[in-house]
């Protein structure tokens, strides 16, 4: 896929620009400086052209900090992948030091680059985009971010800039989202899968500002990775950009497949893990339980303080009624990485999958042969035994499944969830969730489980 960097000095307005050019709200936009941190794609399309539009982080090459560093690095790998620069520039500021830096970097290098002059929300201002021609780039172009304006002549230019390109076909991609509390390891994690230091790592809590999507190949599959900033409880949401970041982590677990959920290993799968994987179970995401940083039990082990293991796995089966797996890794030492992904495409595929309609009757026969159904208790119907008369697949993404039952009595909770937990049991389904309709035979409507 075609790409285009988009990049600028801290608080120009890039992100905001990009939502209008893309006509989402997928990057994260606030008055305060240096929110955006990774680098971001996002789909674009203009008369016919496909493409990414790259958000990158504030660029300030005087700039000292560790973590400004760090962006900057961001901002020059999405330089090296693209095809396309696009330099933003605060139009009311002027051009400032920061703006000829940058663009001195972009003439030194063969990448076609445009100037985009922001914040020129009416028409008079306009003549303060002519400043910019000192930056040696070509035509700065006027664009208002706030208002559209110039918008579509900068979408023309792009694309009359990019080469010619094919979009590559997605259908069968695996959407995987890293989801988790702040600071367990879930972008260490996500550089260790993709093998390189795409995204940023720090010390600091709360450094993932976005949800970020990277592709990646395991064998032959293509894999769509997804990291996420971390989730806190609501009542600790500290200020509106964290409450945002945390909204667009629950919006990545609900465009995805699967959900990896990244606890630390040393606080084992806390209360705050658990809610945070019943959300993705709920938004419909095959679900598994990492616990990160497993090289240091290790050490505990020999000191009689290391976590045990099968004791979580009990309580994730009888907290979360998906029963996801729970397995053990380390970002930093790479043990299991290549296990997660193994599993994280496992996962996707029983969403995906179906089950022949004769090979559930099968499983229907034997369950109720191990475990016979209620009697009724419906007016009218007492002392009438439910009966299961067929079983057959009639979806995916999540698997759906429908039994039809005989009309004079109905379905319990105690007995819908033994025939679910069967189903998990058989075919390799904990932690992918199930829609199983029970449907009164002669009758669209569907029985209710009591």
């Not at 990057?27 to 016919?48: F, I, Q, S």
Request: include cysteine.
């Amino acid at each position: 896929m075609l790409k285009v960097a988009v990049v600028g000095y801290p608080n120009v307005g890039k992100s905001s620009l990009i939502n209008r050019l893309t006509g989402t709200r997928e990057a994260v936009v606030h008055e305060r400086p240096g929110v955006t941190r990774d680098r971001k794609e996002l789909d674009c399309e203009w008369n016919g052209r496909a493409f990414k539009l790259i958000d990158t982080g504030g660029v300030d090459l005087r700039d000292e900090d560790p973590l400004a560093g760090s962006i900057r690095e961001q901002a020059r790998a999405g330089l090296a992948e693209a095809d396309v620069a696009v330099l933003v520039v605060d139009a009311r500021a002027g051009v400032r030091a920061g703006d000829e830096e940058l663009a001195g970097e972009l003439r030194r290098s063969s990448l076609p680059a445009i100037v985009a002059a922001n914040k020129i929300d009416g028409v008079a201002d306009t003549p303060l985009a002519a400043e910019f021609h000192r930056l040696g780039l070509g035509e700065p172009l006027p664009v208002s971010a706030a208002q559209g304006l110039g918008s579509g002549d900068l979408l023309d230019r792009i694309v009359e800039l990019l080469p010619e390109g094919v979009r590559q076909p997605e259908h069968d991609t695996v959407r995987l989202a890293v989801i988790g509390r702040p600071n367990v390891g879930k972008s260490s994690l996500v550089n260790r899968f993709l093998g390189e230091q795409r995204v940023i790592v720090s010390a600091q809590a709360g450094t993932t500002r976005d949800a970020i999507d990277m592709p990646l190949l395991v064998g032959e599959r293509r894999l769509t990775l997804i990291d996420t900033a971390g989730m806190r409880r609501q009542s600790k949401v500290a200020d509106s950009v964290e409450y945002y970041t945390a909204l667009r982590s629950q919006r990545a677990a609900e465009r995805a497949d699967v959900a990896l959920v990244v606890c630390d290993a040393g606080d084992g799968v806390t209360a705050q893990d658990l809610r945070i994987a019943e959300l993705a179970m709920k938004a419909g995401c095959a679900t598994a339980l990492v616990l990160n940083k497993w090289d240091l039990q290790a050490a505990l082990a020999r000191s009689g303080g290391a976590l045990d293991l099968e004791h979580e796995r009990a309580r994730v089966t009888e907290k979360l009624r998906l029963r996801p797996r729970v397995l053990t890794a380390s970002a930093k030492s790479a043990r299991n990485v290549g296990r997660l992904l193994d599993e994280a495409v496992a996962l996707g595929d029983r969403m995906a999958g179906r089950i022949p309609t004769p090979e559930l009757n099968r499983f229907l026969a034997e369950t109720t042969q191990a475990r016979q159904p209620p009697v009724g208790t419906r007016r009218g119907a007492s002392g009438h035994r439910l009966k299961l008369l067929y079983m057959a697949q009639i979806g995916e993404r999540p698997p759906r499944f429908a039994i039809q039952v005989n009309s004079r009595a109905r379905v319990t909770r105690d007995y819908a969830y033994f025939l679910e937990n069967r189903l998990r049991a058989r075919y390799g389904m904990d932690g992918v969730p199930l829609i199983i309709d029970f449907v009164q035979r002669g009758e669209r409507a569907r029985a209710r489980a009591a």
